[in-house]
T-cell receptor, first 110, second 114 residues
Framework: GEDVEQSLFLSVREGDSSVINCTYT??????LYWYKQEPGAGLQLLTY?????DMKQDQRLTVLLNKKDKHLSLRIADTQTGDSAIYFC??????????FGGGTRLMVKP | EPEVTQTPSHQVTQMGQEVILRCVPI?????FYWYRQILGQKVEFLVS????????KSEIFDDQFSVERPDGSNFTLKIRSTKLEDSAMYFC????????????FGEGSRLTVL
């Protein structure tokens, strides 16, 4: 299919790691992105990875890319209550347009 | 961090009215986009714009929609005759060829059509 798929919901305890998964569809995608959206707010670019990489680390965030399975994940270490938000993965296809997943709502319990 | 600025943050309009949403992209960006997000749903691509013309558009972007870059800085989305189903958050985004993949979004303009 043409959809970028994400699970709807993830709940973790403060201090634990969160792993948000995404499957995408286009093997020729050049970049893959993670955006964070807090209630009523815009899309904040968290991190992105070029398709020839399989891992990228940025402070508490680790992105893993499995091109063979078209699987992308975002790991948040030491998850805090301020990390509660909706997380969108997106793939950049031809023409530089992004196709978004439906978003994963992360709830962090104190 | 550089910012994409959108105005208005919220607009309420009557069905059938024209609406213009404005965006000031980051100054060195060359590619511009409009996306929309109906409440609780996915972020959907509307249109991309490069070199003062539309480079790609989705099925959503019908004849009621138009985009312009009238003065080399602002980037506008016009909806000629709004419908109830146009109620959504509209996001502007930009990308520059030297930006190594970074695609920044504005905070969005919430449009409510009554």
């Amino acid at each position: 299919g043409e959809d970028v798929e994400q699970s709807l919901f993830l709940s973790v305890r403060e201090g634990d790691s969160s792993v948000i998964n995404c499957t995408y569809t286009d093997s020729s995608s050049t970049y893959l992105y993670w955006y964070k959206q807090e209630p009523g707010a815009g899309l904040q670019l968290l991190t992105y990875i070029f398709s020839n990489m399989d891992m990228k680390q940025d402070q508490r965030l680790t992105v893993l890319l499995n091109k063979k399975d078209k699987h992308l994940s975002l790991r948040i270490a030491d998850t805090q209550t301020g990390d509660s938000a909706i997380y969108f993965c997106a793939e950049r296809r031809a023409g530089n347009m992004l196709t978004f997943g439906g978003g994963t709502r992360l709830m962090v319990k104190p | 961090e550089p910012e994409v600025t959108q105005t208005p943050s919220h607009q309420v309009t009557q069905m059938g009215q024209e609406v213009i949403l404005r965006c000031v992209p980051i100054s060195n960006h060359l590619y511009f986009y409009w996306y929309r997000q109906i409440l609780g749903q996915k972020v959907e691509f509307l249109v991309s714009f490069y070199n003062n013309e539309i480079s790609e558009k989705s099925e959503i972007f019908d004849d009621q929609f138009s985009v312009e870059r009238p003065d080399g800085s602002n980037f506008t989305l016009k909806i000629r005759s709004t419908k109830l189903e146009d109620s959504a958050m509209y996001f502007c985004a930009g990308y520059g060829t030297g930006s190594s993949g970074e695609l920044f979004f504005g905070e969005g303009s919430r449009l409510t059509v009554l």
